[in-house]
Nanobody, 122 residues
Framework: QVQLVESGGGFVQPGGSLRLSCSASGFLLDYYAIGWFRQAPGKEREGILCIDSDDRNFAYLNSVKGRFTISRDKGKNTVYLQMNSLKPEDTANYYC???????????????WGQGTQVTVSS
């Protein structure tokens, strides 16, 4: 059974850091693209970063460039989203999702995790 589980969210002050994890079961991450998305209340889900099966990174959100990075640990079958210099506007529910290639389109991804909440506030 294909499953993605996000973890690592929480409450952090502005300027802080968090590392989100996307752990996979039922398949090997090596052969798929994994995208990170986020959705704030009342807003559409938006693509942040994606890493493909060749470990190429694709960035989709200008507001996080230079602050967020994506990486993969093949041994742990996990993809990470490192978030630094967090801002209140980064507050959202963060999701990872699987596709055969990277895309910023939500509709392209066929498997999603349940999400993990990130709240940035003083």
């Amino acid at each position: 059974q294909v499953q993605l589980v996000e973890s690592g969210g929480g409450f952090v002050q502005p300027g802080g850091s968090l590392r989100l994890s996307c752990s996979a079961s039922g398949f090997l991450l090596d052969y798929y693209a994994i995208g990170w998305f986020r959705q704030a209340p009342g807003k559409e889900r938006e693509g942040i970063l994606c890493i493909d099966s060749d470990d190429r990174n694709f960035a989709y959100l200008n507001s996080v460039k230079g602050r967020f990075t994506i990486s993969r640990d093949k041994g742990k079958n996990t993809v990470y989203l490192q978030m630094n210099s967090l801002k209140p506007e980064d507050t959202a529910n963060y999701y990872c999702a699987r596709n055969s290639y990277c895309s910023d389109s939500v509709q392209r991804y066929n498997y999603w995790g349940q999400g993990t909440q990130v709240t940035v506030s003083s």
